[in-house]
């Protein structure tokens, strides 16, 4: 197969597939601290087969974007947040962290090595950014490793929705992803092997993905594969679920500020009952890989609830996503610090 490059590939057929764009960012956690990191070319990693991340899923990950603005130039939402996140998902697994404000300078770096990847202003794809962090080392016994590398590999990706939002079915399921004082909140690898088997059924069954209830009761939505959940009520609020075992997403507590800021709205972070979901004119999903995906349904033990429309997004999910999509592309005034621009 012959290599993409910048001038061959299509930017407007683009999914969500792994392209080697050739410059990736590595760097190395050994004798008690990060040494320099650089950016390499080679895409594999190799390390000792006792490695913890290989037994005992000692790893973490981020996901942002770097989108094309009408100037032509690069910019990034909010990656000091992501810099955060990832402190907290190591923390929790015993991993050394890797420096927030390193953490932000390596990106910039890593999509400046790859800035001709970038796709185009108007074409609706990005350069989907993805940083990670795992524990290795000559290991065997359940503890953390000693060493640790922290990488970034960037690979462009089409808009989610080609034409406009696309309202998606859900199936509510009856897996948990996390338990309910466990992993939940923090962005780490075990956290998704544990969702691939509700995500394969739902997906089976025709829904777009599975929607997991709060792991202790099973009576309240807490969140979506990789998104969390929004409602907009009659009365002009937006509710989201609120409990430790939900990641918490980036993305949510954008629309949270820019529903208050810029649409007036009360927000609320709270208790979202699956018996009181028809309190919901409107629901959605919310992450950086979509945006929002307005939500048509949710299916629970074979019932089926219809918010807004199966076919349409309905107005105040299409405020909030033109908002935070203008400001991502740069045709809508950012609130202070959530851009950082690369170029
Ligand atoms: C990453 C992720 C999200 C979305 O977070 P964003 O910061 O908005 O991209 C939601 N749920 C889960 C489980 C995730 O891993």
Redesign the pocket.
């Known amino acids: 197969m012959s290599k993409l490059t910048p001038e061959t590939i299509d930017w407007s057929n683009l999914g969500f597939s792994y392209i080697d764009t050739g410059a990736r960012f590595r760097a190395k956690f050994t004798n008690g601290a990060w040494q320099e990191g650089e950016i390499v070319s080679d895409n594999t990693v190799t390390m000792s087969e006792g490695s913890p991340v290989l037994h005992y899923g000692q790893a973490c990950f981020e ?1 942002l974007k770097a989108y094309r603005t009408k100037d032509g130039e690069i910019q990034l939402f909010r990656p000091d947040q992501n810099a955060k996140r990832l402190v907290k998902s190591a923390e929790q697994l015993l991993m050394e962290p890797y420096p927030e404000d390193k953490f932000v300078e390596a990106v910039k770096q890593v999509v400046q090595a790859n800035e001709d990847w970038v796709p185009p202003y108007g074409t609706g794809a990005t350069l989907y950014i993805r940083p990670f962090l795992y524990g290795e080392g000559d290991i065997v016994g359940v503890q953390p490793a000693t060493n640790y590398t922290f990488a970034i590999f960037v690979t462009p990706v089409g808009p989610y929705f080609k034409g406009g939002l696309a309202p998606q079915d859900f199936l509510v399921t009856d897996y948990d ?1 996390a338990a309910p004082q466990g992993t939940g909140a923090a ?1 780490v690898g075990g ?1 998704y092997a544990a969702s691939y088997l509700a995500g394969k059924e739902a997906k089976d069954a025709g829904y777009a993905d599975a929607i997991y209830l709060d792991p202790a009761t099973h009576t309240k939505i807490e ?6 959940f929004f409602g907009i009520t009659k009365e002009n609020q937006f509710i989201t679920p609120k409990s430790p075992s939900i ?1 918490p ?4 507590y954008s629309l949270m500020h820019l529903a208050e800021t810029r649409l007036g709205m009360e927000t609320i972070e709270g208790d979202v009952y699956l018996n009181e979901i028809d309190q919901f004119v409107e629901a959605g999903a ?4 979509a945006a929002i995906t307005p939500i048509a349904s949710i299916t629970y033990h074979g019932e089926k609830h219809v918010f807004y429309s199966e076919t349409e997004a309905g107005p105040i999910t299409q405020k909030l996503y033109d908002e935070l999509i203008g400001i991502q592309f740069g045709d809508v005034e950012a609130p202070e610090g959530w851009i950082q621009t690369v170029k």
């Open positions: 996901g992803r962005k956290n969140e979506i594969g990789s998104s969390n990641l997403s980036i993305t949510k919310m992450g950086t890989a």
